[in-house]
């Protein structure tokens, strides 16, 4: 795994954009300049696994000029991912053994849709567009998400655990114990925020949830306002981390109304992972949350609990891979 505290700039590929070249050393500092940031287009997402997730969401948006699929299909790519553990139904298992999934999509104009706690469906993501696209509501849960799924026709998968997950759920079996270690257990998502050429918006988040959750937990992610919100007006958001802790503070909508009010995308994340500390000081040596935002100029920000938070960036100029600031040094 390359390492999450270096820089790296590549040409896109794909596409007739001409990029910079070079790598930025390790440890040499991002700055949040404007010139940097107000770029349109421009998609972002959490963890190193958001730069394969943002290569095909770029790909699709240059082809077909529409946010929304690029978004949708892009963080497919993570759903399917074999060596990641925390998305898809690959990912590691509840107490009971079972992979249980969740997953939203929000475009800017306020439609959304979500599924929780949904079993053998190999694309939550594509689960929930459908939620938003096909029926009244904004979540279906549970036995009700695949149900739906069924009728909708996606093929329902083998409820088998992935070898990796299979043999780290036989490893924890052998205490049962769960605590959360910060930056591997609890970065359980990816979410993606984008905003296209004529300032339209949307995101994506999904996950397979908590290692060795309790059967039936759901997490931020499938939760408008909490892992993530979008609003054409203002601009986005989107969180990874401990759900419980996001839940909070709402954190993904705090961050859009912190920059309806004013505040820089970068200050908006600073200020909601400030409230975050504040809620769960207990334990805050033991969670890891991070938060990435968009406003409508294509300006972006993101901070971090701990250290240890990356994110992809993609835009017309570069796509980097960039080690966020954050509360703790």
């Known amino acids: 795994m390359s390492n ?3 820089f790296l700039k590549t040409s896109l590929l794909g596409t007739s954009l001409m990029l910079p070249s070079g790598i930025l050393k390790a ?8 010139k940097s940031q107000s770029q349109k287009p421009l998609i972002l997402s959490t963890w190193e696994h958001g730069m394969p997730a943002n290569d095909r969401a770029w790909e699709v948006l240059v082809q077909s000029g ?18 990641n553990l ?6 590691l298992p509840d107490r009971e053994g079972i992979p249980t999934l969740d997953a939203s999509i929000m475009k800017g104009d306020g439609s959304c849709g979500t599924v929780a706690f949904v079993r053998q469906v190999r694309h939550p993501i ?47 079996k052998v205490e049962s114990k769960y605590k959360p270690i910060i930056n591997i257990e609890n970065h359980d998502t990816i979410g ?28 931020d992610s499938p939760i408008i306002g ?20 996001i839940i909070r503070i709402c954190g993904s909508f705090l961050i859009v109304e912190l920059m309806r009010q004013g505040r820089t995308p970068q200050e908006a994340c600073e200020e909601a992972v400030r409230r975050l500390v504040a809620k769960n000081s207990k334990d805050i040596k033991d969670i890891q949350a991070g938060f990435l935002a968009i406003n409508k100029d294509g300006e972006s920000g993101a901070f971090a609990v701990h250290p240890g938070f990356n994110f992809a960036r993609h835009n017309q100029q570069e796509k ?10």
Request: net charge negative; charged share 25%; glycine share 12%.
């Open 4 to 6: 999450r505290r270096s």
């Open 27 to 34: 440890g040499e500092a991002f700055t949040f300049s404007k």
């Open 66 to 83: 529409n946010l929304v699929d690029a978004v949708e299909e892009g963080v497919k790519v993570t759903e399917l991912d074999m060596d």
């Open 86 to 91: 925390s998305v898809g139904l690959q990912g």
């Open 126 to 172: 594509s689960l929930a567009r459908r939620v938003m696209e096909e029926t009244p509501h904004v979540m279906l849960a549970g036995e009700g998400a695949r149900q739906f799924a069924i009728a909708q026709g996606f093929p329902m998968e083998e409820e088998t655990l992935s070898p990796k997950a299979e043999e780290m759920y036989k490893e924890w």
């Open 192 to 219: 993606m925020i984008g905003i296209d050429a004529n300032g339209k918006m949307a995101g994506s988040c999904t996950t397979s949830g908590l290692a060795f959750k309790m059967h039936g937990r759901v997490g």
């Open 226 to 245: 909490a892992g993530l919100y979008v609003d054409d007006e203002v601009g986005a958001a989107t969180a990874t981390g401990l759900g419980e802790s």
């Open 320 to 329: 980097v891979l960039v080690d966020s600031k954050s509360w703790f040094k």
